[in-house]
């Protein structure tokens, strides 16, 4: 039977296809089956080689306490959770003396460590637990490999079986593709044999429009019109070269869209792992160094102000992808709103100033009158924009000066920001990718100046999104402007005005200051535990009291079963999530504020936690000075003698010289109203003021014996110096509690109430 079969194979092209096919795709699958399996196979092993050190590790970390407790009852719930997993068979935890103190198998407890010896399908494990002091004990585990080898064969068999129905089928299709690449061939040669052999009336009788039938009606129609067929046949053949052609151009288009893609995302995520592991370096560095507990006081501090610090330019990063993401997506949400153009060039002015001071260079706002008094955009995102060009320019200027000029053109109905600046400028070649996403100048200037590359990239397209744009004029030496054009929006009634208005004025600090303590009582709902002490601690730093839900359910619970000044609702917990337990709230009549503390800070997010029922939003990570301000907003301040179980400070000159009471009770006096000099100058950003009050403060305390007060306040004078003025806030509540002491014992002190002093 073989041999018609070979016959076949020999002079059928449908046999030789099939044939063809059959083994190529036989050859193929062989190959990717046996690669496939051995690879799926080592990784099978390779992964469960790493579970079993993970979960030895693991068990050595929670063993090495109940090792040096000698309590391992605690331990011994773990264990048997661990041998839950159907590859573990035993553990076993043994003392520093080699005995077995914790097992599964309670045969081994009391005895030696038994030797490990490895099975076919079983082996052993061991690990020695350490701390600084030495060996503490061993911990050993019996894994089996059964469940592996019996998936390892399972994949195999169900391989083998994919492998032999595939080649079945190829074999059926293989046959099927040969009888229909060659049925009508078979006719056609069958008609030619019978033309040649005389038969005139031979034909094919071909229809359709492929290859094949073209040639079975030129052959029908060879006599009369040879001619004819031949260019219908040039014909074809041109228009399938155009195709060719224009699918080939088509795919070398694709093909270049797909390199370019790959290449943005390779440098996006390069820059991304640069820009995210550089401050993250230094948190964690820092972080760790702080635990070692031989770092002098300055130096903590200035790794706290590293740390502080590399977290907010990581918050920045994030924030600025977040931005991107948005805009390449088409969801970037533009509010356009009535806005002040003076107040928000005012604000501008003083956060971009101190940067500028801390150069030594001269920064000014400089207005082509006439002028609107309001314009319609988006304040947040217009401010965004111009505080990113200052700040790009003091950054590259050394020394000189960065002016914003601002001009009006109601003709085009735009607005001219113009930031100019004496830095080092740019080339034609820096400045033709100065705005292309995670570009800078050129490689010397991101190692010099660092960034992401995405601030001017962002800010051009938030220019466009408020309907201007950002020009760039500049040459190397000769500084940089960068022209901010938005649109104004509709100005009709709106008054040009001939001369810069009055800066607002800030409004005056009440009892209220920063540095006052607050009372109150707080639901905080938060199911993340760093968070909750976090969060925990600034309250009770102001004096308020906290008490913790760690989810939704127990959330809507507490603040039904007590009364509080404010709930802080976290948006995403367990059981109950943060959105619904407000929702069930409002329904059941809750009327106290719910403020949503929570890292979903999208737009979208500040909907739909409106909608819910909150009274705000708070987006994490938290700002410490806008926290207080949310605080301020729902709780009673505590007055300076209002406070109570405070403990007394004495002066240490009093006892020793009891007739300077009076002059003492001056100071004392005076003390109050130097408190609320140096939290208005706070306040107000006075830190002249505020460093020349401290350090009074500093000189006066001293010289009366209050050590404390002294100290403290030489360090809110080092903090104004070295702009850390996020420890301030902290500082003056530390100050505060100080000076209400220091008013009590001066009140309790014996010379004094006999002296009539208060």
């Known amino acids: 039977m073989s041999f018609p079969l070979f016959k076949n194979i020999r002079h059928s092209l449908k046999y030789r296809i099939a044939v063809i096919i059959f083994l190529l795709e036989a050859v193929m699958m062989a190959t990717v089956l046996g690669v496939t399996l051995s690879h799926s196979m080592e990784e099978s092993r390779k992964q469960q080689a790493v579970n079993e050190k993970i979960m030895l590790s693991l068990l050595a970390d929670l063993s090495r306490i109940a090792l040096l407790t000698a309590e391992y009852v605690e331990l011994q719930p773990y264990i048997e959770q661990v041998v839950n997993d159907p590859n573990v068979i035993t553990v076993l935890v043994a003392d520093n003396n080699h005995k077995v103190v914790l097992s599964n198998q309670y045969s081994y407890l009391g005895r030696p460590l038994p030797k490990f010896i490895h099975g076919e399908t079983r082996h052993w494990r061991s690990q020695e637990i350490r701390n600084r002091a030495g060996f503490l004990g061993t911990i050993a585990m019996q894994f089996s490999e059964e469940e592996l080898i019996k998936a390892n064969r399972d994949v195999m068999n169900l391989a083998i079986t994919v492998a032999l129905f595939g080649m079945v089928s190829i074999a059926v299709i293989g046959i099927l593709i040969g009888f229909l690449l060659t049925r009508r061939l078979e006719i056609l040669s069958e008609s030619a044999e019978q033309l040649a052999s005389g038969k005139l009336d ?61 290449a943005s995302k390779s440098a996006f995520l390069a820059t991304m792992s640069h820009e995210i592991r550089t401050p993250l370096t230094a948190i964690i560095g820092y972080s760790e160094s702080m635990l070692e507990n031989r770092l002098s006081r300055q130096e903590q501090s200035e790794h706290l102000q590293t740390i502080i610090r590399s977290g907010k330019h990581l918050s920045s990063i994030i924030n600025d992808i977040l931005d991107l993401s948005k805009i390449e997506a088409d969801k970037m949400e533009i509010e356009v709103l009535p806005l002040n153009p003076f107040e928000l060039l005012q604000d501008v002015h003083s956060l971009i100033d101190m940067q500028a001071q801390a150069k030594g260079l001269a920064f000014d706002i400089e207005y082509n009158l006439p002028l609107p008094a309001k314009l319609y955009s988006d304040p947040i995102r217009l401010k965004q924009i111009l505080i990113n060009l200052a700040s790009n320019a003091v950054k590259f200027t050394h020394e000189g000066y960065v002016n914003i000029v601002v001009k009006h053109d109601p003709l085009t109905k735009k607005i001219h920001f113009r930031v100019i600046d004496s830095g080092i400028g740019l080339t034609d070649a820096q400045k033709d990718k100065l705005f292309k996403p995670f570009s800078q100048a050129d490689s010397s200037t991101t190692r010099e100046y660092g960034g992401t590359g995405l601030g001017l990239h962002l800010s051009r397209q938030l220019a466009e999104k408020l309907g201007g744009t950002i020009s760039l004029e500049s040459s190397p030496g000769a500084g940089s402007c960068f022209d901010l054009c938005i649109a104004t929006g509709d100005l009709t009634g709106v008054p040009l005005l001939d001369k810069v208005p009055q800066p607002r004025q800030t409004a005056a600090p009440t009892n209220r200051a920063i540095c006052h303590r607050l009372t109150g009582r707080i639901l905080l709902a938060e199911d993340n535990t760093d968070n909750q002490r976090l969060i925990s601690t600034l309250i009770r730093q102001i004096g308020a009291e906290v008490d913790i839900a760690n989810n939704g359910s127990e959330a809507i619970r507490m603040a039904q079963a007590s009364t509080y000044d404010l709930v802080l609702m976290d948006m995403q917990m367990p059981v109950i999530s943060g959105v619904d337990a407000i929702t069930e709230l409002r329904r059941q009549q809750y009327t106290g504020p719910i403020v949503a503390l929570t890292a979903n800070a999208m737009q979208e997010d500040v909907r739909r936690c409106m909608a ?25 301040p505590i007055l300076l003698d209002e406070q109570p179980g405070l403990s007394p400070i004495y002066s240490t000159i009093l006892d020793e010289e009891p007739d300077l009471v009076d002059i003492l009770s001056m100071f004392i006096a005076r003390l109050p109203g130097s408190l609320t000099n140096i939290c208005e100058a706070f306040e107000t950003k006075d830190f002249d003021r505020l460093r020349e009050l401290t350090h009074d403060l500093k000189g006066t305390s001293g010289n009366f014996g209050y050590e404390g007060l002294y100290e403290l306040a030489m360090q809110i004078e080092e903090a104004v110096k070295h702009q850390w003025y996020d420890r301030i806030p902290g500082l003056l509540l530390e100050l505060e509690d100080i000076c209400r002491r220091i008013l009590l014992g001066f009140k309790k002190h014996p010379v004094a109430a006999s002296a009539g002093g208060k």
């Open 202 to 262: 031979a034909r094919t009788n071909f229809s359709g429009k492929d290859e094949v039938s073209i040639v079975g009606r030129a052959f029908d129609q060879m006599a009369s019109n040879v001619s004819y067929n031949m260019s219908a046949l040039q014909k074809a053949t041109d228009l399938l070269e155009q195709r060719v052609t224009e699918r080939t151009e088509e795919l070398a288009v694709a093909r270049d869209d797909a390199i370019n893609a790959n």
């Open 612 to 636: 819910a029922g909150c009274n705000e939003h708070f987006a994490k990570p938290i700002d410490r000075q806008k926290f207080r301000e949310l605080l301020d907003k729902y709780l009673q």
